[in-house]
């Protein structure tokens, strides 16, 4: 059943996609945990917070949270519960002292580039064969589909189930 366009029908889509979403979870999920790491009780948020620490640097609780788009007192609970094992660091921002700047320790840095690494490959091997347009629409429908599941059930959107 294809639109006849080079691509399926949005039935067919929505099918393919929700076959395919629990296998990718899965996967994800299955990628090694670096011995350090093991134990710690990581759960998906604290990987998206670690992820911006890694790629990004260092960073302001209220950075992380616009970053993150939770609230800075989520932020914080998560930066305790990391920086309790030593996971990450919390130390003064010398432009204003009354600031802390979260960081990862310097005994984590490894384990986490090597746990992000697993992912990140991945993606880099799947962009690396898309033109950038494609690439955009990849990501578009990604955040589209987050967007969906926060609106919740489909009645709130008007549109019947399949």
């Known amino acids: 059943m294809s639109s006849g366009s ?6 067919e889509a929505v099918r393919t ?9 899965g996967r994800a999920k299955r990628l090694p945990i670096p011995p350090a ?4 009780d990581l759960a998906p948020r604290h990987l998206a917070l670690l992820a911006h620490l890694e790629y990004d640097g260092p960073a302001s ?3 992380l949270a616009a970053r993150l788009e939770v609230a800075p007192t989520t932020v914080s609970l998560m930066v305790s519960d990391l920086s309790r094992p030593g996971v990450l660091e919390r130390t003064a921002d010398p432009a204003d002292r009354r ?4 960081a990862i320790a310097p005994a984590f840095a490894a384990p986490i580039g090597e746990w992000l690494s697993g ?3 991945a993606w880099e091997r799947v962009m690396r064969d898309l033109a950038p347009a494609e690439r955009a629409t990849v990501i578009s ?3 589209a589909y987050e967007a969906a599941l926060e609106q919740g059930p489909a009645e709130r959107q008007g549109t019947e189930p399949r």
Not at 6 to 11: E, K, R
Request: hydrophobic share 55%.
């Open 6 to 11: 080079g691509g399926p029908a949005v039935d």
């Open 99 to 102: 600031r802390r700047i979260v």
């Open 37 to 40: 790491l093991q134990g710690l």
């Open 119 to 121: 992912s990140a490959s």
């Open 17 to 25: 996609l929700l076959l395919l979403m629990p296998r990718l979870v």
């Open 141 to 143: 429908a990604l955040r």
């Open 61 to 63: 609780v209220n950075e």
